[in-house]
């Protein structure tokens, strides 16, 4: 990890989140994560996405928490992709019912409002963006 292999130095992310063979230490975890994901690594990426969204290891930080998941979804990380499209739906069920656009029996609007922010981007090559989110 310390020679920049990014898969090591994910691995050693993940050993000290999750303490696996050493005690845990989420700021440990914060700082070989956030190595392997500056070089590309989907998993890290996520992982650290994950320390920022609940405050471990690093001050909670949301908006960072959604950059790294949106560049995780751009290379295809499937778990950053699910998550991104949960918060998406989520987002767009409450402007629903706030604008008064949801009804029970239009759910299929629902679900293709959800696919055409996160599915149509992916699908053409378009990575999700910061910007595109805010939108909602």
């Known amino acids: 990890a310390e020679k920049g292999y990014p898969d090591a130095q994910m691995f050693l992310g ?12 989420p700021s440990e975890a914060v700082r070989w994560y956030r190595q ?19 405050g471990r ?7 960072d ?19 991104l499209t949960d918060y998406v739906m989520k987002k767009v069920s409450i402007l629903g019912h706030k604008k008064g656009l949801y009804r029970h029996d239009h ?3 629902f679900v293709t409002v959800g ?8 699908r053409f090559g378009v ?9 909602l």
């Open 57 to 63: 290891g690093v001050e909670q930080n949301s908006q």
């Open 115 to 122: 696919t055409g922010m996160v599915g149509v981007p992916f």
């Open 65 to 83: 928490a959604m950059q790294w998941i949106c560049k995780a979804s751009t290379l295809g990380f499937v778990p950053a992709m699910k998550k």
């Open 107 to 109: 759910a299929d609007v």
């Open 14 to 25: 993940y050993f000290y989140d999750k303490g696996i063979g050493t005690a845990s230490n």
């Open 127 to 135: 990575p999700p963006t910061i910007d595109m989110i805010e939108l």
């Open 36 to 54: 392997a994901a500056l070089r590309s690594v989907a998993a890290a990426q996520y992982e650290l996405a994950m320390l920022y969204a609940g």
